[in-house]
């Protein structure tokens, strides 16, 4: 009988890593830090020391090198995962990423596939400042070629890093880290996987459909619950999948709610709500009683230090109840 | 701006040459060109399109390079690398269609001149994104070292590359890991249009191979032989121990690519280097040691003629992708149950 215990998110990422690792041997880390340290978050805490050198490495300090080696390595046999300690320090390696991993397949037609995971955490509201903060998911959602997840629960969280891990094409697995340990759940011992290209309706209700991921689905479950003592029921809906989104699970809680609110934590231009957005606006036309609305960050380049300003860049329970109550009232 | 007086070639060739195989050399240097020379054509009647980047005077590389190889080394190339790709034995046809767009070339007419692709013999594709290739074949090193596969995995760059960083955090990991990679740089001297003393602080690129503890040898990239040999120490070497560079000098004697008035340089320095053209220089050693004459060669010019014909002949038969074929390979047309 499977066992279940109750985990934290960052300890159902390492149980799904142990997992894999131990079921398959192709699959490797490497990553600043990810050996000794056991990474800068403690993700990968413990495997090197079960797996050895040869399968944990660390490695350099050159993002860019890391993903590059690792699409290598994939191209050539092996299944590896590449950690990025900040999703704020992927930029040097987003050359390697999409002009690489992403189009291998497809220009190399179909001779070669990149099976690598790139992992890294993202978010704000940890004081982190300018560089330890952003949300800047939606550039890889923008990307064919990529897959792009991000889990919001410890079941989730091992069960897509398992499935990220036998996927043919490269995952950026982004994990938001006041997720880490904050959100605990209920995680059954052994393999199993959750599909990564499918929405999961989170509560079920009639008036409202609320649409977010990662640590916003808490936030968003939040707002709903207090809604919920006045009478207004709320579909929350994990995304889970932001490349590809899950065009029928998006459409089908927009038209049985007839109203819609969007929550992310990034800021709105050009990003995952804006897709999301254009397409109820496409296929729910019919259905909508309000227009789309949106919640997300403020329209500047970074996440303050400054604690009124990262205050007021968050999307908070408030925030989201009063988007909430102002839909509710149209 | 300095030019040298001679292609800065530092190693003789040590081993002998058989006839036979120095034919097979010759052969390859002049199929490539000539090859090449037919794609100018091509180009100019516009049956081949967008950019095109000649090897035109670097053949001597290629042509030595491949034989020093095992036909399970893998190869990740630039994009300029016709002569790469048929040193290495993709297929004529294949290469020329794929010049083509054809469904029939190597990357299904998708990649084109720059995107050679071809998994039969390890050719792990050329690609227009400089100095990219680099952590690639890093990478695909480190997957022959944990495969347990003795093998050199040859990473081709030229100058402009050595600018990169990826060069350098590559030579530093390689390094670092001890991973069976050939580093080989074809330094023509130029980055598109710039000279590498007006792109390199100090442009001998072995000494920052010497910055990373690897070994690294300067060659005559105009003597095939000498590359042959240099090729052939190095990737022992690098089976046993890790990591070598080799920097080859060479010259490209036509433009950057298809639209290049060359402002950049004399027509007096590219006539300086035609002295050394390895397919003025190498034929006429091959006279001189009595391997060669007008016969054989007539011979072996008619024989590359014929095979070029058939392979435009193959790629002008070719088909083109179906638009119904637009999304296929974005993702694995595979899924893990």
């Known amino acids: ?22 079921r398959d041997e192709r699959v490797m880390i490497l990553g600043e830090d990810v050996g000794a340290k056991g990474g800068v978050f403690g993700v990968t805490e413990g495997l090197q020391k079960e797996f050895g050198e040869a399968r944990v490495l660390d490695s350099p300090l050159a993002e860019s090198l890391i993903v590059g080696v690792a699409i290598g390595a994939a191209m050539n046999g092996l299944r590896p995962i590449a950690e990025i300690q900040f999703q704020d320090f992927i930029m040097p390696a987003v050359d390697q990423i999409i002009s690489e991993a992403a189009k291998m397949r497809y220009r190399s037609n179909g001779d070669w596939g990149v099976p690598m995971v790139v992992r890294s955490p993202f978010g704000g509201g940890v004081h982190g400042a300018l560089y330890h903060s952003q949300s800047i998911e939606a550039i890889f959602a923008h990307i064919p070629g990529l897959r792009v997840v991000v889990p919001s629960n410890p079941y989730d969280a091992k069960g897509m890093i398992i499935s990220a891990l036998r996927d043919p094409d490269p995952v950026l697995y982004f994990e938001h880290k006041r997720c880490y340990r904050a959100i605990k759940g209920e995680v059954p011992d052994g393999e199993y996987t959750v599909p990564l290209d499918r929405a999961r309706v989170v509560r079920e209700g009639e008036d409202i459909a609320l649409f977010s991921y990662g640590m916003m689905v808490h936030t968003s479950l939040e707002a709903a619950d207090r809604l919920a003592a006045d009478g207004f029921s709320c579909e929350v809906v994990d995304l889970r999948s932001l490349r590809p989104f899950d065009r029928p699970a998006i459409v089908a809680s927009a038209r049985k709610c007839g109203k819609v609110l969007i929550v992310q934590e990034a800021n709105l231009a050009v990003s995952v709500a804006s897709e999301v957005a254009a397409i109820i606006a496409e296929d729910c036309f019919d259905s909508l009683d309000a227009p789309v609305m949106r919640l997300g960050g403020p329209e500047i380049p970074a996440m303050p230090f400054s604690p009124p300003l990262e205050q007021f860049y968050l999307v908070t329970p408030n925030k989201v109840e009063a988007k909430l109550r102002e839909l509710a009232a149209y | ?14 081993s002998p040459v058989s006839k036979e195989h120095a034919l097979e050399l010759l052969r390859s240097m002049l199929r490539i060109r000539r090859f090449e020379e037919r794609c100018v054509e091509l180009y100019s009647e516009a049956r081949i399109r967008g950019f095109l980047h000649l090897y035109i005077g670097e053949e001597a590389i290629a042509a030595g390079v491949m034989p020093a190889l095992q036909s399970d080394d893998p190869i990740v190339s630039t994009y300029r690398e016709h002569g790469h790709a048929l040193a290495r034995g993709i297929p004529m046809n294949a290469v020329m269609a794929e010049m083509f767009g054809k469904v029939q070339g190597c990357s299904h007419g998708r990649g084109g001149s720059m995107h050679l692709f071809d998994a039969a013999t390890r050719f792990y594709g050329g690609s227009a994104i400089v100095g990219g290739g680099l952590p690639l074949a890093v990478g695909v090193g480190l997957g022959e070292l944990m495969q347990q596969r003795h093998t050199v995995t040859a990473s081709f760059f030229g100058d402009g590359a050595v600018a990169e960083g990826e060069f350098h955090e590559c030579l530093n990991l390689a390094a670092l890991w001890k991973l069976p990679v050939l580093f080989l740089c074809e330094n023509n001297r130029y980055a598109m249009g710039t000279a590498i003393e007006r792109a390199l602080a100090n442009v001998d690129v072995t000494a920052k191979a010497a910055a990373y503890n690897i070994a690294a040898e300067a060659v005559d990239g105009m003597d095939v032989l000498a590359v042959e040999d240099a090729t052939r120490r190095a990737a022992d070497a690098v089976r046993n121990d890790g990591p070598r560079l080799i920097e080859f000098h060479t010259y490209r004697y036509r433009a950057h690519s298809m639209y290049d008035p060359e402002l950049y340089r004399s027509k007096e320095e590219v006539e300086r280097w035609r002295d050394y053209d390895p397919l003025v220089t190498f034929p006429a050693q091959l006279r001189a040691l009595g391997y060669l004459d007008d016969v054989s060669l007539t011979a072996i010019e008619h024989e590359i003629a014929v095979e070029i014909d058939a392979a435009i002949a193959y790629a002008d038969a070719g088909t083109l992708e179906p638009v119904s074929d637009l999304t296929r390979f974005v993702y694995s047309e595979t899924r893990p149950a």
């Open chain 1, 1 to 22: 009988m499977t066992c279940v215990a109750e985990k934290t998110y960052i300890e159902a990422i390492r149980d799904g890593i142990r997992e894999e690792m131990r």
């Open chain 2, 1 to 14: 701006m300095s030019i040298p007086a001679q292609a800065p070639g530092q190693v003789a060739a040590t």
